[in-house]
């Protein structure tokens, strides 16, 4: 029996520790959240209960084998209480980084450090209730700006239009480098924001576009058909909050007011561009300004630099060259001194930032527990401090390690507000106040 060490309790790293766990070795899995789950727990839209609450059994399950071990409210980085290469040091015999996409993607506009400027991750995770991000600022405006044209922006728009509880959102443009051809979200995700849409705005915004388009070969009459079927159903009056679209731009630069919060945007007119296997965007030179008091930038993520990896174009290096070449994309790889980091492998976001969904992360995180195994049959087993000395060595450092006992308690404590408040669930968004709720169901058990 060999021990690995699992760094991220999302989806790639529960499901790593789960067939790392089945093969008979033991697990321990460190958290930088006190609750697991990730991107399934803190990412998924807050109404999604049968989703969330399907996952949620799938990973108590997986957490529930005795040789798994889980460490929770333990970050891992740089400069933090505990880093990287202490664990290494600990001797497991495998160390697994699932640690996700954590580094916030930024363009380097001028105006991205102003009041009002988000990404989109971090917005997410302040309206999911993930600690600090809840108690945070994220006060949006009247008229907000939303990069990006994926399911990420469709949530924003949902939760600025339907689901926030301020209501303050009166209009949302959504802005695109590229046409309206090239939407990437769903079209059952889109239905929930729809009928916000302002028809008569939209159809001026496709006139404005459509030579750009049919110089890249495409026709604007099939947006109808393929991106934005709504079109094609009964025009409703918007009487609410409208949703804007405002295509082939790029933002250039933020401009805020006397309080330093965003005001303006000056955006870049780009020339769609025909290539081979799609489109690129093209800038032109020509700008516009946009009103707007929020802008939130739904543009993918990269890899957290601080984490402790070889970090390179933003994520993390893996070994370009190894003669197993689907093993070799998951292996670190140090590229100052050239060589494979033996037995340390990233899976999940941590290896390819914003790849795909909960379903992605499980292929990926166990086709490279795949190869961990293999790589462990070969080799001796080290001397890894027991469980229990883990957990000491985790105090001495400051560390409030939360245990799988301590969770079962939290989920009581959770369960029981919900039920006060009349809600299909509940958690709390702040640390100290889960630490607490854990403590006191002990006292009552």
């Known amino acids: 029996m060999k021990t690995v060490f699992v760094v991220g309790a999302g989806p790639a790293g529960l499901y790593a520790s789960h067939k790392l766990a089945q093969a008979g070795h033991q697990v321990f899995l460190f958290n930088r959240d006190i609750k697991p789950g990730g991107l399934a727990e803190y990412g998924i839209y807050p109404v999604k209960e049968k ?9 108590a399950k997986i957490l529930s084998l005795p040789n798994i071990h889980y460490f929770g409210h333990v970050p891992v980085t740089k400069g933090g ?45 302040h309206y999911n209730a993930l600690p600090p991000f809840t108690s945070q600022d994220f006060s949006t405006g009247r008229r907000v700006a939303v990069m990006g044209m994926g399911n990420v922006m469709v949530d924003i728009v949902r939760w600025l239009l339907v689901d926030d509880p301020e209501h303050k959102t009166e209009e949302v443009i959504v802005l695109a480098r590229r046409g309206p051809l090239e939407a990437k979200f769903d079209q059952k995700e889109f239905a929930h924001i729809e009928m916000y849409l302002d028809r008569a705005a939209f159809r001026e915004e496709l006139k404005r576009i459509e030579s750009s388009v049919a110089a890249a070969g495409q026709d604007i009459a099939k947006v109808a058909e393929e991106t934005f079927p709504v079109l094609k159903k009964p025009s409703a009056e918007v009487t609410g909050p409208k949703l804007y679209f405002r295509f082939l731009c790029s933002p250039q630069t933020i401009r805020g007011n006397s309080r330093r919060r965003v005001e303006r945007l000056t955006v870049e007119e780009n020339a769609l561009v025909a290539r081979e296997g799609g489109t690129s965007a093209k800038p032109t030179g020509k700008t516009t300004e946009l009103e707007a008091d929020t802008m939130i930038m739904a543009i993918g993520d990269v890899a957290d630099s601080s984490f402790g990896l070889p970090y390179a174009k933003g994520g993390y290096v893996t070994n370009p060259d190894g003669a197993d070449s689907e093993r070799a994309a998951y292996e670190v790889f140090d590229p100052d001194a050239r060589r494979v980091e033996q037995g340390i492998y990233v899976v999940g976001w941590a290896r390819k930032a914003s790849e795909g969904l909960v379903g992605v992360a499980r292929y990926d995180a166990e086709q490279g527990a795949t190869h961990i195994l293999r790589y462990l049959e070969d080799k001796t087993e080290k001397t890894t401090p027991p469980a229990p000395e883990i957990s000491r060595w985790l105090e001495r450092k400051g560390s409030q390690a939360v245990t799988k006992e301590d969770l079962i308690h939290l989920g009581r404590a959770e369960e029981r507000e919900a039920q ?26």
């Open 420 to 445: 006060q408040r009349g809600l299909p669930s509940f958690k709390f968004g702040d640390d100290s106040v889960m630490l607490t709720a854990i403590e006191s169901e002990k006292t009552h058990a």
């Open 51 to 59: 989703m969330k609450g399907g996952l949620r059994k799938q990973f």
């Open 81 to 125: 209480e505990v880093e990287l290469g202490e664990l290494a040091e600990l001797s497991p015999d495998a160390l697994v980084c699932a640690v996700g996409a954590q580094g916030t993607k930024k363009l380097g506009l001028p105006g991205e450090d102003l009041g009002g400027v988000y990404s989109a991750k971090d917005f997410v995770y």
